[in-house]
């Protein structure tokens, strides 16, 4: 059974930092292609950020991109995104997901991912 936990959200001031946590089980983790995404309360799931399932490729949507940083630790089978200068525009529930094998990069689209977590909330106050 594949499981993904995400961890790490919480509430911080404008400018301040996050570091989440997914903590995979039931992959072969080594191989899969992993993303973040995020959604804020009456919006749209949207993508994040994508890595490659070396690390050697990352991905970012461009409103994320030069403040977050997705990474992996395949020996801990855990992915990472590292969250600074972070604004209230920020807020949302933040899920991780696994690439569906046959999908294109980066996946920017949620159907290209066929495992998810559950997510964890991220609020930023100004």
């Known amino acids: 059974q594949v499981q993904l936990v995400e961890s790490g959200g919480g509430l911080v001031q404008a400018g301040g930092s996050l570091r989440l946590s997914c903590a995979t089980s039931?992959?072969?983790?080594?191989?899969?292609?992993m993303g973040w995404f995020r959604q804020a309360p009456g919006k749209e799931r949207e993508f994040a950020a994508a890595?490659?399932?070396?690390?050697?490729?990352?991905y970012y949507s461009d409103f994320v991109k030069g403040r977050f940083t997705i990474s992996r630790d395949n020996a801990k089978s855990t992915v990472f995104l590292q969250m600074s200068s972070l604004r209230p525009e920020d807020t949302a529930v933040y899920y991780c997901?696994?690439?569906?094998?046959?999908?294109?990069?980066?996946?920017?689209?949620?159907?290209?991912?066929?495992?998810w977590g559950q997510g964890t909330q991220v609020t930023v106050s100004s």
């Open positions: 997901a696994a690439m569906s094998p046959t999908s294109r990069w980066p996946g920017r689209s949620d159907y290209e991912y066929n495992h």
């Open positions: 039931g992959l072969t983790f080594s191989i899969v292609r």
């Open positions: 890595i490659s399932s070396a690390g050697l490729t990352t």
